[in-house]
């Protein structure tokens, strides 16, 4: 099973940036961070695959860039111009093969308070 450690999680004002990070404990295919509100459900804000596909949610879009280092086995979420609406648990998540098989893991969750 995958370990997937999260950091960079914080209290900023709106307009502000940060940095999450989210390291896997060995290499894997797509990688994703979703956030999840109080009392909403976890939704996906980004993915990017092992060549650097990446995928946004509508709300994030050219906000926040995805990427990964496929040496260190980290995926990065770039948080620019962030709005209270941002505010939640963010959380990574990881896909890969084992013994042929597709599994899934998810991290503990980072997370990032905007006020405005």
């Known amino acids: 099973q995958v370990q997937l450690v999260e950091s960079g999680g914080g209290l900023v004002q709106a307009g502000e940036s940060l940095r999450l990070s989210c390291a896997a404990s060995?290499?894997?295919?797509?990688l994703a961070w979703y956030r999840q509100a109080p009392g909403k459900q976890r939704d996906l804000v980004a993915t990017?695959?092992?060549?650097?596909?990446?995928n946004y949610a509508d709300s994030v879009n050219g906000r926040f860039p995805i990427s990964r280092d496929n040496a260190k086995n980290t995926v990065y979420l770039q948080m620019n111009s962030l709005k209270p609406e941002d505010a939640g648990i963010y959380y990574c998540?990881?896909?890969?093969?084992?013994?042929?098989?597709?599994?899934?893991?998810w991290g503990q969750g980072t997370q990032v308070t905007v006020s405005s």
């Open positions: 990017i695959t092992r060549a650097g596909s990446t």
């Open positions: 998540y990881a896909e890969y093969l084992t013994y042929g098989a597709r599994r899934s893991g």
């Open positions: 060995f290499s894997t295919d797509t």
